[in-house]
């Protein structure tokens, strides 16, 4: 029986409508618009200015290879390690886990430039050891370049990427090898005729998710791309708002156009390619259970391959940037570099008023913006889930709606919405533009934990008086608990690292840790840039502690008080 809309549907529908489709709506008008300051005069000039120009071409071309190189890059790492973790006898099946979760507490932007003071041509680490070693008169590695932008954002994309393969992967029935096996293909023809075939659209999915994030990615480029030269539409657009005397939104916007229409194609493309997944289902009864290839010795080499995979995705950004926060300049670790080490880029960095400014500022969005956006959360989650009417659809499509938009693009929107109003150049602006962004990070793990909830709780507690805002607070919310707490840990560490939409919306007096990261790296100010990267990492493994650890101890009153007699 269909249920009728409820207020709190409608309501959320102008909430979540107003933070997603607005900042869209503001930049299609201001693409056709002069300026901030003459909005509503209708006029192409943007659109022919930005598309006829003879850079744009070479810039296409760019964005083209950068998110297709990193997307295939991050896809084939990714089956590479889920195959050795789903189907083979691999030791130490943990580091998977690890490789899958930590890499996305690490901020993009220190990821990038961890890998820039280790390649960069004139004072990366590694090539000063090899000119050391090999008496070289020349950097034999330059980051500078296209492959450097593909290879950082591919080991970035890489956790995403192994998300979406390792499930298909482990749900892959192996009777079908069996059969090519028995009918005589070898083990390489039966994973390119056979396996391969039926994971095609995990790996479809997987390659077309990477180059969404890949297009809205702006670490990589502005970090490693723009000392290089080497521009794609998300530096594009940082350039034209950001650089020379006067900014030109109006611009922006008309080329914004395009990276959101990209993005909002590839995000439809792959919903489509995870539905067509239903047709390669091999799975057909409950007794299935996936066979594990014995690596027999070639185990210890694999299993080597994979902790040096998790050394460079994990632990390498965060030794490189403690070691040049301690170091007065880029220099090869040895006896002398170690003598030289003292604390004065913390000192620096302590002492900065900006800086200092930018930690509370992002642990103000961290925790306040967290917990609002988890609260809002809950409530869009319970009219999905639990009332289930055709308004929850449309909500449902709407909360989803800001997973396409690359984050420089629809600040700009975000723009042209704030600057009319008081919330212009105020934190509150950073505030609702990240809630607006990640808001689905909230809702994807609190969809999980409502799912399991059955509805006879909810049924026996309106049996007894009790009214739909009580049973969510006394009921339902208890049992969220673990959903709570694991929505509350992605977006807060998602607010402390946000760079795209701070980029655009961050003022004088606004300023954030990513935000101020890139300017250290912009003035070439590497020992500050590492310390207050540091800092950035303790903040945000200092929210994910606290927040488990509460969540742990709600979880256990919670159980003891089931347990009572009553």
Not at 264 to 289: C, F, N, P, Q
Not at 422 to 436: D, E, S
Not at 521 to 547: H, K, N, P, Q, Y
Request: proline share 5%.
């Amino acid at each position: 029986m269909q249920r009728k809309s409820t207020p709190l549907t409608f309501g959320l529908i102008v909430i979540v409508g107003l933070l997603t489709v607005c900042p869209v709506v503001m930049l299609i008008l201001g693409s056709f618009s002069q300026g901030l300051g003459s909005f509503g005069t209708f006029t192409l000039d943007k659109y022919i200015q930005s598309y006829t120009d003879p850079a744009f071409a070479e810039i296409i071309v760019n964005t083209i290879i950068f998110t297709l190189g990193s997307a295939v890059v991050a896809t084939l790492l990714a089956l590479f390690l889920a195959y050795l973790n789903t189907r083979t006898n691999i030791p130490f099946k943990f580091l998977f886990r690890i490789i899958s979760i930590i890499p996305m507490m690490i901020p993009h932007i220190l990821f990038a430039v961890s890998w820039l003071l280790l390649l960069n041509p004139s004072n990366g680490l590694i090539n000063l050891f090899l000119k050391d070693v090999f008496n070289l008169s020349s950097s034999p590695f330059n980051i500078y370049t296209l492959p450097g932008m593909i290879l950082v954002e591919g080991l970035l994309d890489l956790p995403i990427a192994y998300l979406i393969l390792a499930p298909a992967l482990a749900s892959f029935d192996v009777s079908m090898e069996e059969s090519s096996k028995v009918c005589g293909a070898s083990n390489l023809r039966t994973l390119f005729m056979v396996t391969l075939p039926i994971l095609r659209p995990a790996i479809l999915a997987s390659i077309t998710l990477v180059i969404v994030r890949s297009l809205a990615s702006f670490a990589v480029p502005s970090v490693i791309g723009m000392p290089g030269r080497i521009y794609v539409l998300a530096t594009h657009i940082y350039r034209i708002i950001a650089t020379g005397f006067a900014t030109d939104y109006g611009m922006a916007a008309a080329v914004g156009m395009s990276a959101l229409a990209s993005s909002t194609i590839l995000i439809y493309l792959y919903r489509y390619l995870t539905a067509e997944g239903d047709k390669y289902v091999t799975i057909s009864s409950r007794g299935y259970r996936p066979a594990v290839i014995d690596l027999k010795k070639a185990k210890y080499p694999f299993f080597v391959i994979v902790a040096v995979l998790s050394f460079i995705l994990i632990v390498l950004p965060v030794l490189v940037l403690l070691y040049t926060s301690m170091v007065p300049y880029s220099m090869v670790p040895s006896a002398r570099a170690f003598s030289m080490m003292s604390l004065r880029n913390w000192t620096e960095v302590l002492g900065d008023p900006i800086s200092i400014l930018s930690v509370k500022n992002s642990m103000f969005l961290g925790i306040v913006g967290a917990t609002l956006g988890v609260i809002l959360s809950i409530f869009v989650c319970y009219a999905i889930v639990k009332v289930r009417t055709a308004a929850s659809g449309i909500l449902e499509s709407l909360s989803f709606l800001s997973f396409s938009f690359p984050g420089i693009v629809i600040g700009v929107g975000f723009m042209w919405l704030f600057v009319r109003t008081p919330l212009y150049a105020t934190i509150w602006a950073l505030l609702i533009g990240y809630i607006a962004t990640y808001l689905p990070y909230g809702i994807r793990p609190l969809t999980s934990a409502f799912v399991q909830i059955h509805a006879h709780l909810e049924e026996s507690s309106k049996v007894c008086g009790a009214g739909t805002l009580y049973t969510l607070r006394r009921i339902i919310i208890p049992l969220l608990i673990p959903g709570i707490v694991s929505a509350w840990i992605l977006m807060a560490t998602m607010f402390v690292r946000e760079l795209t939409l701070s980029v655009v919306l961050s003022r004088p007096g606004t300023e954030v840790l990513a935000v101020q990261v890139l300017r250290f790296a912009e003035d070439g100010l590497w020992g500050r840039l590492s310390a207050l990267g540091i800092i950035m990492i303790l903040i945000s493994t200092t929210l994910v502690i606290i927040a488990s650890l509460t969540g742990a101890k709600f979880t256990k009153i919670q159980t003891v008080g089931g347990d009572e007699p009553h």
